[in-house]
């Protein structure tokens, strides 16, 4: 009865559902429908990714609970990367987890079960697979709250390329449906290991220290010289993750749990409003990145933007675009080595 109780509560948090979804190939169509509607608007565009997973989501939980029953335990599912972030494009892949509230190891087959249905089903309704396998379909990504707490405390212990990486992924989150409450616990206990080892915020720099340069040195834009991206930016390593990188880094000194670039942005503290004035160029990146892959035709291509298909204002404003956020990654790396110093 309480297993019925709980699960009564999950599913009214999820705001997006459409009651007359019943299968992934609806929602797949429903997607494409509503899709050419909001392809330039990052808001609206964002909302409907929200409602497409929220609905394949409830579609997958109904088919589960049919075959299994209801859930062991609360639980909360999550995403994180770029849609963790509230930053999908028009095509997107998939990025999540799951965490529940048990110590009972019998538990996690029930949400592997679960986080492999939904899984399946994001990738029915147009969300392409991770191919670092970052979804609750894998063990590493699906665990009980006292087990994602020890695995925060390994990825740190641990401090490599790989762990560290696994980390900032992890923390780029926002849970979907479910206990909001399980994801904020487990984000607190990672500020306080970093408020008592902050020799590890270095280590976080040095993580994504290295940043695909766009630009030559004589000002030209830099593309891919070989294969089949030959001529193409890539957008993502040489212009979005300078922006989300850096504010992730200022979003783990100052304890800011909201995943969003834009809303960590806007809470920052008073000591660091300058970073605020970088807000209006990520904004218009997001809006650069719409207006020109709008008709990219798998993820692959929402992230290459060929350098013919620029006129030379838009090149221009490419070029600015990268140089701030060089700038604000630059920033971001001083202040938190000039404090690593006096730790």
């Not at 939980?61 to 639980?75: D, T």
């Not at 270095?202 to 993580?207: P, Q, S, T, Y």
């Not at 675009?321 to 920033?331: A, I, P, T, V, W």
């Amino acid at each position: 009865m309480k297993n019925k109780v709980h699960n009564k509560q999950v599913v009214r948090q999820i705001k997006g559902i459409d009651e007359t979804l019943n299968n992934y190939t609806e929602i797949n169509e429903w997607r494409q429908d509503k899709i050419v509607r909001v392809m330039t608007d990052h808001q609206k565009l964002n909302e409907l990714h929200d409602s497409i997973i929220e609905n394949t989501v409830k579609v997958a939980m109904k088919k589960v609970q049919s075959e299994l029953g209801n859930p062991p335990a609360p639980f909360a599912f999550f995403l994180m990367g770029s849609a963790g972030r509230f930053e999908q494009s028009v095509l997107s892949d998939q990025d999540h987890g799951i965490i529940y509230q048990s110590h009972d190891e019998s538990c996690q087959s029930y949400f592997l079960t679960l986080g492999a249905e939904i899984t399946n089903g994001l990738s029915e309704t147009g969300y392409e697979l991770c191919d670092g396998q970052v979804m609750a379909s894998n063990p590493l990504w699906c665990k009980s709250i006292r087990q994602w707490e020890e695995q925060i405390v390994d990825w740190m212990e641990d401090s490599s390329w790989k762990s560290l990486r696994h980390f900032s992924t992890f923390f780029d989150s926002r849970v979907m449906f479910g206990e909001t409450s399980f994801l904020t616990e487990i984000k607190n206990y990672a500020f306080m290991i970093l408020n008592e080892q902050p020799r590890l915020y270095k280590r976080l720099v040095e993580n994504v220290d290295f940043v695909k340069k766009g630009i030559g040195v004589f000002g030209q834009l830099l593309p891919e010289q070989y294969g089949e991206e030959s001529g193409a930016i890539k957008l993502k390593q040489t212009t979005f993750f300078p922006y989300v990188n850096a504010l992730r880094l200022l979003a783990l000194k100052e304890n800011i749990l909201e995943p969003s670039t834009l809303k960590r942005f806007e809470q920052l503290p008073v000591s660091l409003q300058s970073f605020q004035s970088y807000e209006k160029d990520f904004r218009r990146l997001l809006d650069f990145r719409l207006q020109h892959r709008k008709h990219a035709q798998s993820y692959k291509d929402v992230h290459l933007i060929q350098i013919n298909s620029l006129n030379r204002e838009e090149k221009q404003t490419l070029k600015q675009l990268m140089k701030k956020g060089y700038k604000l990654f630059d920033e971001t790396k001083t202040i938190i080595e000039k404090e690593c110093s006096t730790w």
